[in-house]
């Protein structure tokens, strides 16, 4: 962008200065928009001509806030407090006229102006706390001074944007559509004079006990739904000052607290996620011009747990879906598995009685694979066994119409070879979803050395389609996440031999900012699933016959997990709280003492972190090495959208370059060594580990070099 290039465009008319905002995508309020602001204020002041001033949008948004690019370069002035308070110091009256959505800055534009007129089907927000900061341009000051305490707390503790309907003190008046904003402009506008100046910031405030008490409340939740997070309580803070100090001292008390936010790993971490989300879409394996295939009708093989969830996926964003199951029965129990579903999303008001109905109207059953033979998408989720999918594959080759896209939902097997045995490999995708599939929000989208661009980007653009995250990657075993998952739950199992407790383990994790420990998230998906993919590894793990042995003797004895109701733990009837089980630890001596491993008590909560966290972050440096994974701020997404991953915490590469890369070389070789022959087996940093070391490069700056190679 040229410095002379227009992004906020000035036009006098009858009296009226309208201030048009045009920096594409989403009128972020870069230097250079600030700086034009800021002038385009001062000329429409000057102008004796000018009885009123209009601020709007030439784009479909108003404006998405500060330009967050700029948040790791030196503040510049302009800085957009100076620039909001001079609008509403202005000695005009200022409309902001939203024909789009307004977030962050955008809104507190808005806020800084005397009046707001807004399309009525709009929404506003104030996600910041998004970002790990709060709104710096007095949003905090000016929100309550417009809404109530308990709307302005809502809005700014959880980011959460609003319908503009629910804000009618905010907006002055609201329009049925752009023709009758631009109707209201015309003949409001025109009507105002200078007397008519109405600054946000003289409407008064004060503490009275029914909103000391809101504030309370917010402060108990955030401290037990936030924690780990820092923002949010000092977005209360902020909230707080309007009802406590002066507007002038209350701007200085948000600006403290928003600079307090901005110097925090938390903001640093939820930030570098704000563009990796983004940054998943962009992979070299296509750009604009390559073609895509429409998909307008699916098919999924498979009305099991998996294959239901898929199917909802698609019935949700109103794509017919046909499901398919060889025996009747089965496909009876998926459908009604999937209206149970729905129901229980009916019941807890997140769709209406008609949506239930609407989607489950999207749905064709069927028994006979002929019905899939004109889908744009056939999605394979049967028996996860090589020879069984191999044999749907084959059906589906010979029934799909050509140009279909086949996929598969495997999570383990090596898709090349369900590709081999079709005649068109070039159109065989995976497509991973998490368990349970039609709420987890990541898709890992798995491209074979055959796959074609189209294909690939077909599928990029559907999973944002039926509001999934697409992350592409590779063929290996586990592909990108469940791949980084095995050292990690390795480590667990042989601390466990070593003598730490399955629940000590666990809190050490969840004290990180997990949502669960790797012993409880094994027993709720089933120790059986390991154990199977371990029977079927065993050239792999021959060398060690250490590996994950008390699982293995659970899982003998049935303990298979909460749905055993026993595992690594115990389970009461009905209840998913984990009680620990004494005769595990009594497994684990033994096992301990015949595979001749000493055990410890001098086990630190640092070794168990170290040990889990750091070897699932050498194995996604590894990935990156191989190729499989296309960067580390992709690995990054996987873990936060398929693991829980705390995103104050920004994903495992980037949480690496918190902790630096030589202290995570340094913690890899010490613990190495410490583990002697193990150690030598399973804790060797990973040549790029090793290189970033050297060179003092964090994963992020090897990404930009990448980037630009
Ligand atoms: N700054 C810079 N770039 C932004 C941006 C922003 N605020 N918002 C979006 N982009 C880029 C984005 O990276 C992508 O780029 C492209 O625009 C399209 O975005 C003082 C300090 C508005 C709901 O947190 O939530 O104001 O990948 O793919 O799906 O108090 O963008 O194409 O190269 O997301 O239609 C507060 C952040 C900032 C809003 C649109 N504002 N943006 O979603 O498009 S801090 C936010 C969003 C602030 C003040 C504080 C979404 C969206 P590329 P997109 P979308």
Known sequence: MTESQV????RVENGIATFTLNNAPVNALSLAVRTQLQENLEQAVNDASVTAIVITSALPMFSAGADISEFSDAPQSPMLPDVLNAIEQAPKPVVAVLPGPAFGGGLELA???????????NKVGLPEVNLGILPGAGGTQRLPRLASAVTALEMIVTGKPRPVLELKGVFDKLADNQQHLADIVSDYIGTLSASDVRPTCENSLSMDQQTQAVFEQYQTGVEKKMKGFFAPAQCIEAVKAAFTLPFAQGLKREQELFMACMDTPQARAQQHFFFAERAASHVSDFDKTTETRAIKSVAVIGAGTMGGGIAMNFANAGIPVTLVEREQSALDKGLSVIRKNYESSMRKGRISEGDVEQRMAMLSPATDMSAINDADLVIEAVFEKLE?????????????????????????????QIAAVTSRPSDVIGLHFFSPANVMKLLEVVKTSDTSADVIKSCMQMAKRIKKVPVLVGVCFGFVGNRMLEPYAREANRLLLEGATPERIDRVITDFGMPMGPFTMGDMAGLDIGYFVRQSRQQAIAHDPSYAVVSDRLVEQGRV???AGKGVYLYEEGSRVPIPDPAVLDIAREEAQRLGIAQREDISDEEILVRCLYTLINEGAQILEEGIADKPSDIDVIYVYGYGFPVYRGGPMHYADEIGPATLLERLEHYQKACGEYGSMWLTASDLVKKLAAENKTFGAYQKEQSHA
């Open 7 to 10: 992004l906020v465009s000035y």
């Open 111 to 121: 806020l800084a102006c005397h009046y707001r007129i807004s399309v009525a089907d």
């Open 561 to 563: 997990g909460l749905k």
């Open 388 to 416: 069984v999918k191999q044999a749907v594959f084959e059906q589906m080759d010979a029934v799909c119409k050509r140009g279909a896209i086949l996929a598969t939902n495997t999570s383990t097997l090596d898709i090349n």
